[in-house]
């Protein structure tokens, strides 16, 4: 303890003595110390509203020591009035350890409240899995993205389309084997697509499958190794993409026709919620349709797919012949085992068909002719075909009827001239078909193929419905008198006539009677629907904007074999509680340490409460 010389500047209000006052204290004494000796020496009125001040105008307590406060030999003090300066100084900082800790622990406690609510609120969160097919079928190859909540129901995904991508090129993938270079520019242009519409985070977990329908399915059994090295360049363009790509000969293949046709009846059933299981709100489902039989498959309908190379037929019957195996297809959906019958007629695609006919045309009339009258095509209608685009088509090539004549020049010109008979039509296209063959079973369709009755009702796509739209039968139910009529009336206009009628693919227009005949025929007298089955048959294209294709249903059916994402648990009920108790623990203690900060302060405040009185120095 020592006296010090320190100079008090007075700032007090005007009618207050002012000026600078000298005085002599111990350094061990207060800031009130210092107060009460200026006024006492100097007979200024003592108020309790003075304050000291150090040099940076920062405002010393009252109960703080000189020495502690850093006041020393020729330091320089401001007096002042805290009812003249109001809050223009800073005021003394009261902050102390227990408000530090109080407010750490409520912190703690907030933070981790926070936190593991925000956790428990993500509980039983959605994952949603998405899936890619590539339908590459004869003429084109599009691609589909599907989504489904990760947690399937009896281990079959619950999926809806969500994106199509149609790859540009116009052709199927059987016709790149001399233009490999160009599919991957085609192919990326979708499969990138496919990147922005699949969140990033779900890439490595979306499998893509490619299906390679009947265009390659022609080409495999024509030139095997020119089929493989196509698919081997279609899995090196899709493993260079950040999507699932697991065994590669399995994901991207040449897929079966009763494979093509089984899942075209596994969409078309899905769609009408005929498995028991509720689709996604975006599908349209009739009444009674949640329900299953008591005979799994009972109530399905029937699917009829026309492609450009194959047509399926696929539906549910109980009445199957014994030793009938090769025809049937097994699958399980949802838990529940289904049996269908199936069977693809390759080359009877509408496009093979046609090809066919037009070679069966050629040989009738000659192949040396230049003239082909085409009683299928409207009268006054002429187009010139090569003998190359007809007889070197595969079903051609691989057609014992159509065997190969080496002296005709490949680019030999046919002209094809309308003549707009519907009777001749009807029986050259009756000529594409084996009627009379030889049939093992209680009943068969044409070419000795077995098949059972008709059953339930059917689903009719693709080419089926592209016809029916264009001779608009497709608003309402129509009678197989009215397809008839419309068909026959259709097949004599002229050329002149026909191409005034609106059309989507203007280029189908000479076609459309040839199309119309072969459908009725292959309906009618070779799937044998008549006057009475007719009204069971549907001709559909989409279903809120769902395509019907055997797309989906491959989909939902490789779903048995994609890992179950469930909703993902977060934190559990039991550690939420105990964590719980914990913060609110740190609630308490903080609630503690504010009863100490305030004592502290309390204490501190009696340490250094002015005095309204002069004490003794």
Known sequence: MANIVIDVVSHLPADEPQGKFSIIVSDNNTAAGVIRKVCKENGI??????????????????????????ISTGSVLYLYSEEEVGTQFKQPCRINTWWFLAALSLFIAGAG??????????????????????????????????????????????????HTCLVPGGKGISEYSSDMANLSVQFGSCLNEAKRVVPSSRHKNTPVFLGATAGMRMLNESNHALSESILEKVREIIKNYPFQFDNPKERARIISGDEEGTFGWVTSNYILGKF????????????????????VGEGTVGALDMGGASTQITFYTP????????????LNLYDQNYSVYTHSYLCYGINQAGLKYQANLIQAQGLNSTSIK??????????????????????????SQHLADTSIDSNHSYVFVGTGENETCTKAIQQLFNFNATCNHSNCSFNGVYQPKVY???????????????????????????????????????????????????????WYCFEGQYILTLLTQGYKF????????????????????????FM??????????????????????????????????????????IKYMKRKEDMYRRLSTYGTL
């Open 45 to 70: 009125p003592m108020k309790s509203s003075y304050i000291l001040c150090d040099a940076n105008r920062q405002q010393l307590q009252w109960s703080n020591t000189l020495r502690n406060c850093g």
């Open 113 to 162: 409240i926070t936190a593991i609510s925000v956790l428990l609120s993500k509980n039983g969160e959605i994952i949603y899995q998405y899936g890619i097919v590539m339908d590459a079928g004869s003429t084109h190859t599009r691609l589909y993205i599907y989504k489904w909540d990760g947690n399937k129901r009896q281990k079959t995904a619950l999926a809806h389309q969500v």
């Open 276 to 295: 028991g299981v509720q689709p996604p709100a975006s599908f349209q489902t009739y009444p009674g349709s949640k329900a299953l039989h008591n005979n």
């Open 319 to 330: 009445n199957f012949d014994n030793n009938t195996e090769p025809y049937r297809f097994h």
């Open 374 to 399: 085409s009683p299928c095509m409207p009268k006054g209608f002429n187009k010139t075909y090569k003998y190359s685009e007809i007889f070197e088509a595969p079903c051609i090539v691989n057609s």
């Open 456 to 510: 339930g009702q059917f689903y009719a796509f693709s080419s089926f419905f592209y016809e029916m739209d264009f001779l608009n039968l497709t608003k309402k139910q129509y009678r197989l008198e009215d397809f008839n009529n419309s068909l026959s009336q259709f097949c004599q206009k002229s050329w002149k006539e026909v191409k005034e009628i609106p059309a989507k693919q203007n280029e189908s227009l000479p």
């Open 530 to 553: 008549d006057s009475d089955s007719w009204k069971t048959l549907q001709f559909v294209g989409a279903v809120n904007g769902i395509d019907i294709g055997w797309s989906l249903g």
């Open 556 to 597: 939902l059916y490789s779903s048995n074999l994609i890992t179950n994402e469930g909703p993902t648990e977060y934190i559990s009920i039991p550690v939420f509680a105990a964590l719980t108790a914990l913060f609110i623990l740190f609630v308490l203690i903080a609630t503690g340490f504010c009863f100490f900060a």
